[in-house]
Structures are given as C-alpha cells and as structure tokens.
C-alpha cells in the first residue's frame, strides 16, 4: 500500500516555473514506477511524465512538455519531483501524482494502471 501527498502546485505567469513535490509513505517506494498526471475540467486525465523504478534510469514524456518538464525521484526521501518550466496557459490543471508495482504491465501513459493515486495540487498559468 502506497499514500501520496502532492504539494507545489500554486498560480504562476506564462513562462514562468513551478516545481510539484509527491511524498509517499512505505519502505519501498524505489519499487514503484511513478508518474504525472493532469486534468482538465470535461477531460480525461492525461499523461504528463513518467520514471522508472529503483534508479530512474528511464523518464518518458508525453510530447507537449518535452524539454520543458523533468520528472525526477529521490528514493531516499520517498519523493518524486516534477520540476517545470517556461510554463503555458494550456499547462493548467490539477496534477496528480500516481504509482505502480514495478511488474505491472501495459503502457505507462495508462492512468487505469496505476493503483495509487495522490489527492492532486491545482496548477495555474496566467497568461
């Protein structure tokens, strides 16, 4: 069983940065595959980044926020990180961050496969 608590979220200008934090409880969080999510009032939620368990080795984005966003882990901390940058109007959503067993199969860009789920922090960018 894994709780997470997102945080950071808040109201920034367009390009402007924002760095969200997700605390999760547990002694093995390094075992789980995390990721970012978003949603918009009327949408489904979508897949923003993702990081592979243990040491990270592997990010993967969704292709609207490449070169912007990096998703990043401490497992030391239990804590996944989404730092972003030069930040759009579009970018503005409840982010939620979310976990997986490390065997669990299928696409990562799946929300359905992921069984942990943080309460998410709303993000707003002003243009």
């Known amino acids: 069983q894994v709780q997470l608590v997102e945080s950071g979220g808040g109201l920034v200008q367009a390009g402007g940065s924002l760095r969200l934090s997700c605390a999760a409880s547990?002694?093995?969080?390094?075992?789980?595959?995390m990721g970012w999510f978003r949603q918009t009032p009327g949408k489904e939620r979508e897949f923003v980044a993702g990081?592979?368990?243990?040491?990270?080795?592997?990010?993967d984005y969704t292709s609207s926020v490449k070169g912007r966003f990096t998703i990043s882990r401490d497992n030391a901390k239990n804590t996944v990180y989404l730092q972003m940058n030069s930040l759009k109007p579009e970018d503005t959503a409840v982010y939620y961050c979310?976990?997986?067993?490390?065997?669990?199969?299928?696409?990562?860009?799946?929300?359905?496969?992921?069984?942990?789920w943080g309460q998410g922090t709303q993000v707003t960018v002003s243009s």
């Open positions: 547990g002694r093995t969080f390094s075992r789980y595959r």
């Open positions: 990081i592979s368990p243990n040491g990270g080795s592997r990010t």
């Open positions: 979310a976990a997986r067993d490390a065997v669990t199969s299928g696409s990562i860009e799946i929300a359905q496969k992921y069984a942990y």
